[in-house]
């Protein structure tokens, strides 16, 4: 079993940033998982926000792109979300998710976080 915790959620305005935080910690070897972030409002479908490989590579969300940085920490097993230039429209529970990686193959279960709440309002 794979647990998440996520962290470092809260109310900020508009043009400010934060930093998310998300440890890992069970039955993982954690640079072994390609990790991801995703956000929901209520009444829409989780999105995916940014994610990074075992091998460090990133992708984003063309909304976020150039703002969110993703970026993670093998020895600590945690992987950070970096939000900068936050717009209303970034307001969501963020969660944290984890899935076993092989090469280009991401397989098995799903992990989740429990969320953080992100508010972004003046």
């Known amino acids: 079993q794979v647990q998440l915790v996520e962290s470092g959620g809260g109310l900020v305005q508009p043009g400010e940033s934060l930093r998310l935080s998300c440890v890992a910690s069970?039955?993982?070897?954690?640079?072994?998982?390609?990790m991801s972030w995703y956000r929901q409002t209520p009444g829409k479908q989780r999105e995916l926000v940014a994610s990074?490989?075992?091998?460090?590579?990133?992708n984003y969300a063309d909304s976020v792109k150039d703002r969110f940085t993703i970026s993670r920490d093998n020895a600590k097993n945690v992987v950070y979300l970096q939000m900068n230039s936050l717009k209303p429209e970034d307001t969501a529970v963020y969660y944290c998710?984890?899935?076993?990686?092989?090469?280009?193959?991401?397989?098995?279960?799903?992990?989740w976080g429990q969320g953080t709440q992100v508010t972004v309002s003046s």
């Open positions: 990074i490989t075992s091998g460090g590579s990133t």
């Open positions: 069970g039955s993982i070897f954690f640079s072994r998982y390609a």
């Open positions: 998710n984890a899935k076993r990686q092989l090469g280009s193959t991401w397989y098995g279960n799903d992990y």
